[in-house]
Nanobody, 117 residues
Framework: QVQLVESGGGLVQPGGSLRLSCAAS????????MSWYRQAPGKSRELVAA????????NYADFVNGRFTISRDNAKNTVYLQMNNLQPEDTAVYYC??????????WGQGTQVTVSS
């Protein structure tokens, strides 16, 4: 059974940092691209960042603007999102994602990130 479990969200002041983690199980983690998405209230879910299976390639949404870093540890079946210089507009539920060839998207339950003074 595929499981993606996010953690690390919370309340942070503008300019602060958070590190999200996503622990994966139930599939061969090391052969899949992993992604982080986010969904703010009243908005569609959007891609934040993605990392290829060996971590050799990453891509980021334009709004990241050098503030976030996605990484992975295949020995621990975990993908991370380091977020620096957080702003109120980064407030959202952040989701871990991977895509399987036949069954499609798999999502975690999400972790809430709130940026507020």
């Amino acid at each position: 059974q595929v499981q993606l479990v996010e953690s690390g969200g919370g309340l942070v002041q503008p300019g602060g940092s958070l590190r999200l983690s996503c622990a994966a199980s139930g599939f061969t983690f090391s052969i899949y691209t992993m992604s982080w998405y986010r969904q703010a209230p009243g908005k569609s879910r959007e891609l934040v960042a993605a990392i290829t299976r060996h971590g050799s390639s990453t891509n980021y949404a334009d709004f990241v603007n050098g503030r976030f870093t996605i990484s992975r540890d295949n020995a621990k079946n975990t993908v991370y999102l380091q977020m620096n210089n957080l702003q109120p507009e980064d407030t959202a539920v952040y989701y871990c994602n991977t895509k399987f060839p036949f069954s499609g998207d798999s999502w975690g339950q999400g972790t809430q990130v709130t940026v507020s003074s």
